[in-house]
């Protein structure tokens, strides 16, 4: 099994709404992602967990909420989002941090903040 | 600051022919650099890893090179077919930043038949 799967696909919330985004991967990674893309730009990086510890965090706003349960699961909370943070939130995993050594990715959740 | 730049403009060919994607960084020395191709709407997909020590590497139709003289590395698709039409990203990231994973802006690749 090489997939990382992120549900939901796709999520509409209002600006008061408390929502979370789960991540799940069974390939005995230790290092999750959580990125953050926007229409035709990168994904850019916004957490980063290894062996279940939160390693770093790229000065995102506290609205964002990460939370590592276990070595398979991520999950992102959302708290009073912004419509500037609709985008595409993408997990990925990899069996190292950092660019040792290849990531997969998951097909992402579609986020609309009304 | 640490600087990744990828063809800005989208690079149109034909089938058949060689398509090369640059990838230049500025300001500091990866150990490892990643290419990554995406669909619209999808999550970026592996597609190779190539080190330091390493000059080139090759898969399949896709070619790598990395000149860490010049601060760049090259992606070559030779054969090129209209399924290879992407986004292509760059990760050059150096080992030492504690898990970073960090993506050029992407070239976008449309081949024509």
């Known amino acids: 099994d090489t997939e990382v799967t992120q549900t939901p696909k796709h999520l509409v919330m209002g600006m008061t709404n408390k929502k979370s985004l789960k991540c799940e991967q069974h390939?005995?990674?230790?290092?999750m992602y959580w990125y953050k893309q926007k229409a035709k730009k990168p994904p850019e990086l916004m957490f980063v967990y290894s062996y279940e510890k939160l390693s770093i965090n790229e000065s995102v706003p506290s609205r964002f909420s990460p939370e590592c349960p276990n070595s398979s699961l991520l999950n992102l909370h959302l708290h009073a989002l912004q419509p500037e943070d609709s985008a595409l939130y993408l997990c990925?995993?990899?069996?190292?941090?950092?660019?040792?050594?290849?990531?997969?990715f998951g097909q992402g959740t579609r986020l609309t903040v009304v | 600051s640490q600087k990744i730049e990828q063809n800005s403009e989208a690079l149109n060919i034909q089938e058949g022919k060689t398509a090369t994607l640059t990838c230049n960084y500025t300001?500091?020395?990866?150990?490892?650099l990643q290419w990554y191709r995406q669909d619209p709407g999808r999550g970026p997909v592996f597609l190779l890893l190539i080190r330091e020590n390493e000059k080139e590497k090759r898969k399949e139709r896709l070619k790598v090179t990395f000149d860490t003289t010049l601060k760049q590395s090259l992606f070559h698709i030779t054969a090129s077919q209209p399924a290879d039409s992407a986004t292509y990203l760059c990760?050059?990231?150096?080992?030492?930043?504690?898990?970073?994973?960090?993506f050029g802006q992407g070239t976008e690749l449309s081949v024509k038949p």
């Open positions: 300001n500091y020395s990866p150990a490892y």
């Open positions: 990760a050059p990231n150096p080992y030492n930043q504690g898990g970073k994973l960090i």
């Open positions: 990925a995993s990899s069996q190292d941090r950092g660019a040792r050594t290849e990531a997969f």
């Open positions: 390939m005995g990674h230790r290092a």
